[in-house]
């Protein structure tokens, strides 16, 4: 599976002006059916919309509720009160060639497009609509040699916001999520769903300001460059966030004193709720996932799981760190041991910084119990809140004071499958999930115990 970033773009209203072009397209359509029906500009568009409106209602989510051609069809059968494909097709014909005539691309699209391919990044289009539209578009805008893969949702079967639509995408181009970026002028079309299943998104408001989201977004296609060069520094699922400063000695502490968290550890491993992911996975492959600590000291010093130790069956000291001092606000960490302490210290230390009764926290993944969040009460951080961040410490403070006994595991919505429980003993933090299981097999979900569960 590729390493390489790849930047996947929308088309219409992201490389050029889609509302150009489709001002244009109804001006050449309007000139035939003028001459049809003597009908106003006015009238013209208020039977385009009406039609237009009915074929949404019924193909929504197919690419054939984009279908200029059943536009048109509906006008002509509600006005002549009979089908005549003739002056169906016409009006089709004449939309799509004045759209495609009047469409450049957005100042800045060539060079930045170039610019990216330069640097060794891997483009692709991810577009509604059909497919051989959409190859005219790019034709006409001179972008057809800088894109790898042009995935519509013709070819598909499924339009955007479907996570389905991307994960083609991904699947066709055999790349990971973590390494992906979305760059649209649709938040909800474009961003949204992107974001969620593990892509990085970038909003073009060149068109539309968005003034009302907080996504990350630019408003000339050239800031694209700047930005991309900075996500491709940004580390991705599974590895370590914060600033490290970690001596690479043994902690010299005695193995007998934590033996039970190892014990503890090796059990979620056998409940697949630590683990790796496979290499086929949509989400993350071979990223290893779950982390263990337990309190060492009444200061808040914590003993935690290495980080990317998740493919290991059995642990042993050398497998864990000690978290000597942090501070959240900075983002920072001083840990010593064999192995670095995992991506998620920073939200076990803040857990027992404000919570000196806990003794232990637990961080896993199971994607029945993240999805289900809602039917097993859980409790849950934001979505735009991710993981191994002062923004994630902070949320996972907020529960705690709302609920500081848990009854179920957290939800972290901004961490795609995340789960967190903790307890005065390492009994009550492992209960939890116990007790999610049993709730899962009550309605009736593949049990998580199951070895043929695919994760």
Not at 71 to 90: R, W
Not at 208 to 220: A, F, G, P, V
Not at 264 to 280: A, K, M, N
């Amino acid at each position: 599976m590729a390493d390489r970033l790849t930047i996947f773009f929308d088309l219409d209203g992201t490389l050029f002006s889609y509302n150009e072009g489709h001002t244009a397209g109804l001006q050449g359509a309007f000139t035939y059916w003028s001459e049809l029906t003597g009908d106003s500009y006015n009238a013209f568009i208020n039977k385009y919309q009406k039609s237009r409106k009915t074929v949404k209602r019924f193909l929504a989510g197919t690419v054939g509720s984009h279908s200029r051609a059943l536009y048109f069809q509906g006008m002509v059968e509600e006005n002549f009160k009979t089908s005549l494909p003739y002056h169906i097709a016409e009006l089709t014909q004449l939309y799509w060639q004045s759209f495609i005539d009047n469409i450049t691309p957005f100042p800045g699209v060539e060079e930045t497009l170039t610019k990216l391919k330069e640097q060794g990044y891997q483009l692709a289009i991810i577009t509604n609509m059909s497919s051989e539209i959409q190859f005219r578009k790019l034709h006409k805008l001179n972008l057809d040699n800088y894109f790898e893969a042009v995935i519509t949702s013709e070819e598909v079967g499924q339009e955007k916001p479907h996570p389905h639509i991307y994960l083609h995408a991904v699947d066709r181009l055999n790349v990971k999520l973590s390494n992906c970026v979305m760059v649209g002028d649709d938040f909800n079309n474009d961003i949204e769903v992107a974001e969620f299943i593990g892509m990085k998104g970038i909003l073009i408001a060149i068109e539309d300001d968005h003034l009302e989201i907080e996504s990350q977004k630019i408003t000339d296609f050239s800031q694209l460059f700047e930005i991309t060069n900075k996500l491709k520094k940004e580390p991705l699922e599974g590895v370590i966030k914060y600033k490290l400063s970690h001596r690479n000695s043994n902690m010299n502490i005695d193995e007998n004193e934590f033996n039970l968290l190892i014990e503890l550890r090796d059990e979620l491993w056998r409940l697949h709720l630590i683990g790796v992911y496979p290499h086929d996975h949509y989400l993350t492959p071979d990223v290893g996932f779950g982390n263990v600590s337990e309190r060492y000291t009444k200061n808040g010093q914590f003993i935690i799981s290495g980080s990317q130790t998740g493919d290991l069956e059995k642990t042993s000291v050398e497998q864990y760190a000690l978290v000597m001092d942090y501070n959240i606000e900075e983002n920072s960490l001083i840990s010593k041991g064999l192995v670095e302490a995992s991506s998620e210290s920073l939200t076990h230390a803040a857990i027992y910084s404000f919570a000196p009764e806990v003794a232990c926290v637990i961080h896993v993944h199971n994607k029945d119990m993240w999805e289900n969040y809602k039917k097993l009460a859980m409790s849950t951080t934001p979505e735009n809140v991710q993981y191994g961040t002062p923004e994630m410490a902070k949320a996972i403070q907020e529960v705690y004071l709302q609920k500081p006994v848990l009854e179920s595991p957290i939800c972290m919505l901004g961490h795609i499958e995340g789960l967190l429980t903790w307890g005065k003993t390492k009994k009550e933090a492992l209960q939890l999930y116990q007790n999610a299981i049993m709730e899962l097999e009550k309605i009736e979900l593949q049990p998580i115990n199951d070895p043929e569960r695919i994760l």
